[in-house]
T-cell receptor, first 110, second 115 residues
Framework: AAGVIQSPRHLIKEKRETATLKCYPI?????VYWYQQGPGQDPQFLIS???????DKGSIPDRFSAQQFSDYHSELNMSSLELGDSALYFC?????????FGQGTRLTVV | GNSVTQMEGPVTLSEEAFLTINCTYT??????LFWYVQYPGEGLQLLLK?????DKGSNKGFEATYRKETTSFHLEKGSVQVSDSAVYFC??????????????FGTGTRLTIIP
């Protein structure tokens, strides 16, 4: 069965650069979530989209923005990267209340 | 707001030992409760869930019962295996104003099983 696909799997950026993370949810799932997981930390909710509209916002910095496109894939744009942005970024899509996670994008800011 | 408090790790057990990972929650209304597992280098996977009080979720020998009176959802397994070594996250889900479900995670408990 198709799963949630995230790309890239690994990304290395320098401080003050920009990064774009992509998420392709499971077909026919209507909600996409983005989470940030720092080293040894629990996943922190960033933002979610329901039927291509932003539905909820968590602890997402103003330097970050996200959107969901007509094909339901979502992109997380991160600008002016800081060392503290280094983390694993997960995308999840939901069906009947259960979240299915992608394998994540590991972002390293140097 | 919603919150999940989870037993701190790391937890190290011998193979075939009995496992309990405690989880309590704070929420308004009637959330759904989940246990997710994260194996090394992978994303989170749903392990089990319960959607209402007294429901028992079970999968792969793991069990957890939704206890509304104690606001708990403790994870148990009678005999753990080396392959159970992973990080376990307790989570609650609640319907947002938009009608979709938002998950709140606990801090995770790293479990290591020694042969």
């Amino acid at each position: 069965a198709a799963g949630v696909i995230q790309s890239p799997r690994h990304l290395i950026k320098e401080k003050r650069e920009t990064a774009t993370l992509k998420c392709y949810p499971i077909p026919r799932h209507d909600t996409v979530y983005w989470y940030q997981q720092g080293p040894g930390q629990d996943p922190q909710f960033l933002i979610s989209f329901y039927e291509k509209m932003q539905s909820d916002k968590g602890s997402i910095p103003d330097r970050f923005s996200a959107q969901q496109f007509s094909d339901y894939h979502s992109e997380l744009n991160m600008s002016s990267l800081e060392l503290g942005d280094s983390a694993l970024y997960f995308c999840a899509s939901t069906s009947e209340g259960v979240a299915f996670f992608g394998q994540g994008t590991r972002l390293t800011v140097v | 707001g919603n919150s999940v408090t989870q037993m701190e790790g790391p937890v190290t057990l011998s193979e075939e030992a009995f496992l309990t990972i405690n989880c309590t929650y704070t929420a308004t209304g009637y959330p759904s409760l989940f246990w997710y597992v994260q194996y090394p280098g992978e994303g989170l996977q749903l392990l089990l869930k319960a959607t209402k009080a007294d429901d028992k979720g079970s999968n792969k020998g793991f069990e957890a019962t939704y206890r509304k009176e104690t606001t708990s959802f403790h994870l148990e397994k009678g005999s753990v295996q080396v392959s159970d070594s992973a990080v376990y996250f307790c989570a609650l889900g609640q319907i947002s104003n938009f009608g979709n479900e938002k998950l709140t995670f606990g801090t995770g408990t790293r479990l290591t099983i020694i042969p």
